[in-house]
């Protein structure tokens, strides 16, 4: 007699098939979407209905088997197939692949996903998302640029609108200098006059007054002292509020910054001394020149006359025109030519000089001088002697260092130790002091000093740039994001964190290609790409889907023949219940 159960079994049979098929297809459908994990359904078989659990073996007999009647299949669940697609080049440096078992970390909202799917872009505030628009997570950096470990935020990359300048640290030179160059004997010599021949004189009535037979002091008031182009000479040269000005004053060759000097009541013959020795550049810490005059400018207080003394070598001969120097009043109209400068020698002896330029910390370019002037020859090599100056931050020119730096037999240098040098950018905004080092000798060449017919030398590395803006960036394997920028320098901007599960196939999909934690996956640890198992990640490419269409269709072939045949079981079914019917007729 058909039973009725036949059908109830068929009809498990026809939604297990079913499912199997819908599961098939939607493996089909995402046969194309990026890092699609595909999955198949498993079956169990529902609880036997059982007549008979069987009997033990007796005396009589040898015992029977269980008897029991299945009532159908049930369909267990799914399992997802976690293992990695095939990586693939996307040819857009922006997209990223999981080369491991690690998922990119994403936000929406309060939410925190995962996805294998790297095709990132940047949205309007310049943030990574994901296409369905979540927030890409990673690791920031501090202020120095430096990756904040275990701190996860939106990663941020700005385009366009990032800028950064680097202070110069480290330059190096190369070049020449003639070791046969011709030694010094002198450094300039200029005298100041008030006029042609004549020194300056005080007041009758100066406070503090010369001592006899001096005619002027160093202490001498600038206002007490007296012009000899006025009548009988009883008229001050300055007054106060006047202003000193040199523009025009040359030193080898080269015009010097224009320097000025604001008098007042309490300026002194030491001040503008001190100022006509600042403002021609003239380096007072190297010694005594050879002719044995002292670098700087003094007075003469028998005569009045103050005398400048500049630095050995041709590049450091100066040069002062009466013209150069100028008396403003408040107003700014020239007063008079002051001094009478007389040239009474010029600087000698082997030189050099160059520019080059540093950079600050908010990059705003620095120009200084370097001169190398030869000091002196003996059996064991040369000794030349640097000269570093620049323009400070009021404008005026200022001694930077000073140095010697010797040579060997074969010219080349005894000392390879770097000289530090401190550049004032006070009132400038920048940092200050700012330290510089400066090679003469490095691994790849630096300074000789050998015979030539002249020298030569200029700086052929040097560090720090101007301003610059985020051009561009690119991924690393480990996750860190580089960012280049238009001046050429690059900087980490952060790096892209994965995360690992105990079990990943209890992962729950949200749909967008996107998972949530499962009560059965475990917590997320998030790290940096490599560690726990995450792998690393592959820029420019993206992970592609791990269907394989071949199996899919022999799946779905089988599933479809188990529908067919569960279809048979409850029509075979129904021919024996009408058959049934008729015997009852």
């Given amino acids: 007699m058909p039973s009725t159960t036949a059908l109830y079994t068929a009809l498990s049979g026809l939604s297990a098939a079913s499912r199997d098929i819908e599961v098939i297809g939607n493996n089909i459908a995402n046969v194309n979407t990026t890092a699609f994990k595909s999955s198949r359904v498993e079956f169990s078989t529902i609880y036997s209905r059982t007549i008979s659990a069987g009997t033990a073996p007796g005396t009589n007999t040898g015992g029977t088997n269980p008897y029991q009647i299945g009532l159908g299949v049930n369909s267990a669940g799914t399992l997802r197939n976690t293992t990695p697609g095939s990586i693939s080049s996307s040819g857009d440096s922006r997209d990223l692949a999981v080369d491991g078992k690690g998922y990119f970390v994403v936000n929406r909202g309060a939410n925190q996903y995962y996805t294998r799917a790297g095709s990132f872009r940047s949205n309007a505030t310049q943030q990574l998302t994901t296409v369905s628009g979540e927030r890409v997570q990673g690791f920031g950096v501090d202020a120095d640029f430096n990756i904040v470990p275990g701190q996860v935020s939106d990663i941020k990359i700005p385009i366009g609108s990032l800028t950064i300048a680097e202070a110069t640290r480290n330059i190096e030179f190369k070049g020449n200098l003639d070791a046969q160059g011709s030694l010094p004997t002198r450094g300039t010599s200029i005298r100041l006059n008030g006029t042609s021949g004549t020194g300056l004189t005080a007041l009758a009535g100066a406070t503090p007054a010369p001592t006899a037979p001096n005619v002027l002091e160093s202490t001498t008031r600038l206002i007490d002292i007296a012009d000899a182009t006025s009548a009988g000479g009883t008229s001050a040269l300055f007054s106060t509020g006047q202003t000193l000005n040199l523009s025009g004053a040359q030193k080898g060759g080269k015009i010097l910054p224009n320097a000025t000097y604001s008098i007042t009541a309490t300026s002194t013959v030491a001040d503008i001394s001190a100022f006509f020795t600042q403002a021609l550049g003239i380096n007072t810490t190297s010694g005594n020149n050879p002719d044995g005059t002292t670098p700087g400018v003094s007075l003469d207080p028998l005569t009045g006359q103050l005398n400048i003394v500049g630095n050995v070598g041709t590049t450091n001969d100066l040069a002062i025109e009466p013209s150069d120097i100028r008396l403003t009043n408040g107003a700014g109209t020239v007063v008079s030519n002051p001094f009478s ?44 002697r640097y000269y570093i100056e620049t323009t400070d931050p009021n404008g005026n020119q200022a001694q930077v260092a000073t140095g010697t730096q010797s040579f060997d037999t074969k010219g080349q240098p005894l000392s390879t130790t770097p000289v530090t040098v401190t550049l004032d950018r006070a009132g400038t905004g920048a940092i200050t002091p700012q330290p510089i080092s400066i090679s003469f000798a490095s691994a790849e060449g630096g300074l000789t000093a050998l015979d030539n017919t002249t020298s030569n030398f200029a700086a052929s590395y040097r560090d720090g740039s101007t301003i610059g803006t985020l051009s561009e960036y690119g991924v690393g394997s480990d996750g860190v994001i580089i960012g280049v920028f238009s001046n050429g320098l690059s900087r980490t901007l952060g790096q892209v964190a994965l995360a690992t599960f105990n079990n990943q196939d209890g992962l729950v999909d949200v749909g967008d290609n996107l998972f949530a934690a499962g009560p059965n996956s475990g917590s997320a640890v998030v790290t940096d790409p490599g560690n726990f198992g995450t792998g ?50």
């Fill in 341 to 384: 400068p007389a040239k009474t020698a010029s600087a000698d002896g082997e030189s050099v000089r160059t520019t080059f330029t540093a950079i600050d910390s908010l990059g705003t370019t620095v120009d200084l001088d370097i001169t190398f002037a030869i000091e002196s020859r003996s059996n064991a090599g040369t000794t030349w």
């Fill in 536 to 585: 690393g990640l592959v820029s420019g490419s993206l992970e592609k889907s791990n269907v394989d269409l071949s199996n899919e269709f022999v799946r779905l072939v089988q599933a479809s023949t188990g529908f067919s045949a569960s279809s048979r079981i409850i029509k075979t079914t129904d021919d024996l219940l009408q058959q049934l019917l008729v015997l009852g007729r």
